[in-house]
Each structure stands twice: as C-alpha cells, then as structure tokens.
C-alpha cells in the first residue's frame, strides 16, 4: 500500500467509516458459507457482523436499520494489531484533530494527528459496501486473504465520527479471515466503471433499470487535498436534491460534510482500494436520476462526480 505520512496527519478520516432489499433484516449478522456472503448490520452506531470469514471472492450485505447514512470500509491490519489498537490509538486522535478544525486551530490539529501510531501508515484498505441511506441494504464483493481485520464507519452525526465513542466502542467490528478458502466465483459486471485520479470515474456502457452489478477498476489511488483516497458510490437524485449539494457533503473538511443526515439516497457503491485492483457492487436500479461520485473535494472538476439517467427500457 502507499505510504501516506505526511498526508496521514489527517487520512482516511477515522481510517475510513449493493442491492436494494425491501426484505425486512434478519435480526443477527451472518457467513452464508456456500455463496461467501457475510451479513453486516448497522444498528445504530454498532456494526454486528460475523468474527471470522474464509478467504477467497467475498460478498458484503450491509443492512442499514439505523436512520443514519453509513458504509463499511474494509481494512487489512498489520500484524500485531488490533480493534483494541485502533480504537485506544486512531479514533481519539482523529477525533480530537478535527475538533481542532473545527475550533479553527489547524496548527493544533496537525500535532494531534501527528500522535498517530507508526502501524497506522501500513493499513490497507480494501473496499467494502459504500454509503447506505437508512433502511436500504446494499453489496459489495472483494477478494480477501487471510488476516485481521476491521470494517468501519466514519461519517459524523453531531460533530463525531461514528468509529469514535469515548464510553466505549466506535462502529467499528474486527473479523479475522481464516479457513478454507471459499468457492465463490468473482462476480460477473453488467457495467464496468474504472477510476484513476487522471480520468476520474468513466463507465463502458449506460446503466439500465434491474438488478446490476458494476465492476470498479482502481487504476490508480491517490491522497487527495482531504487526505483521503477516491471511491465510487451510487447516489439517487431526487427532485429536492442536487450534485452541487451532493459534491459538498462528499467534502468532510467543508461544514456539514460527511454529516447525517445526507443530501439525497445513497445506495451503495465501492469503497476506497488500492490501484491496480477490483471491487464489485449491486444494485437494484429503476428509472431516474443519478450520479457517480467519489468521496474527495471538487469532484467535478476531477471527473469523480458523473450525473446520468436511467431511462425506463434503457
């Protein structure tokens, strides 16, 4: 993974924190051994999910029963490390440096972040379901190997980051993949979407309504000026929503963004991975209006934010 000291003092803020399934959610998270399917359930500020999972093409169904946008950014942990680690190390620090953004004290929140643990730089992110408004469930499928690891939530509500909570633990879970590899095959896309910090997001063909599955190409990753790296999520347009109020909630560095409640109806997507690497995700899409966008600051600009319309028979 690229090193990100120097723009770690603020990275993947909180370290980084699909199909849409009316069905109401089962009441525990779950592994569906045979198809690699593992179950997380975002209740509130909590995110139940299984402890271990078997290597191989895993798909992620995150069942968002809380009302509050979340996602859950996959991550590998260096050897030795742990929840316990990141949440007595990581958490607080990012907590209390953007605290001091917030206070207008940058020079203070530089040396807060500038506490965080050596290790940290050597997270890999691996994707993971992407922003999921409330009571909708979505997927995302990754390949993994054995090791620790953590799923994540980062958004705010109130100025906090849902991975931090001073009275005990963040939404934040840690499983350990381990086991018998699986069986599952690599998804096969009905879209295929690339994004490179050159050509931002392009997809290979229009999207129609039904059930799809996308495929993301990270070409590239970068850091970008929020100290984070792109991703691609779904959004819906509704009448009373717009990209450029979209475009500022993606920005967690701007007031307001990263903050529930969101703008318009997130359905899910990819979340950050390194270049040279696939994710997958699906969705159930009917006609409307739509975008493509990344979680880094001017979007637009950067070819990250990609309005289109699905038209009915398109």
């Known amino acids: 993974m690229r090193s990100r000291l120097g723009a770690v003092l603020l990275v993947s803020l909180i370290s980084a924190c699909a199909r ?40 992620f169904r995150f069942v968002n029963t809380s009302p509050m946008e979340h996602f859950a950014l996959v991550q590998l942990l260096p050897s030795g490390q742990s929840l316990a680690s990141h949440q007595e190390e990581v958490a607080p620090v990012f907590q209390q440096g953007f605290d001091l953004l917030v206070a207008g004290d940058p020079e203070g929140a530089m040396a807060a972040f500038g506490t965080l643990p050596p290790w940290f730089t050597e997270v890999v992110y691996l994707g993971g379901p992407g922003l999921t408004a409330p009571g909708l469930t979505s997927e995302a499928s990754i390949q993994l ?51 490179s910090s050159e050509g931002g997001i392009q997809a290979d063909g229009p999207v129609e309504p039904g ?92 070819g990250m934010l990609v309005p289109f319309e699905v038209s009915p028979g398109s």
Not at 38 to 55: G, I, K, M
Not at 179 to 191: F, K
Not at 239 to 250: C, H, I, N, P
């Open 20 to 59: 849409q399934d009316e069905t109401p959610p089962t009441e525990h998270a779950a592994v569906d051994a045979a198809a690699s399917v593992v179950e997380v359930v975002a209740r509130d500020l909590t995110l139940v999910a299984p402890d271990t999972v078997p290597p191989g093409w895993t798909t």
């Open 145 to 195: 190997e054995p090791g620790t690891y953590l799923l994540e939530c980062y958004v705010k509500t109130d100025g906090r980051f849902h991975s931090y909570n001073p009275d005990g633990v963040g939404m934040v879970h840690q499983f350990v993949v381990t086991g018998p590899r699986s069986d599952a095959p690599e998804p096969t896309p009905d879209v295929r979407l690339t994004i």
């Open 211 to 302: 059930l799809r599955t996308f495929a993301v190409d990270f070409i590239d990753n970068t850091t970008h000026e929020n100290f984070v790296g792109h991703d691609v999520h779904l959004v819906r347009l509704d009448s009373d929503a717009t990209v450029e109020d979209v475009e500022a909630w993606m920005d967690w560095t701007r007031p307001g963004g990263l903050e529930t409640p969101g703008p318009a109806v997130f359905l899910g997507g990819i979340n950050e991975m390194p270049g040279s690497t696939t994710g997958y995700f699906t969705v159930d899409i009917e006609p409307g209006d739509y975008a493509w966008v990344a979680e880094v600051p001017g979007a637009s600009a950067k």
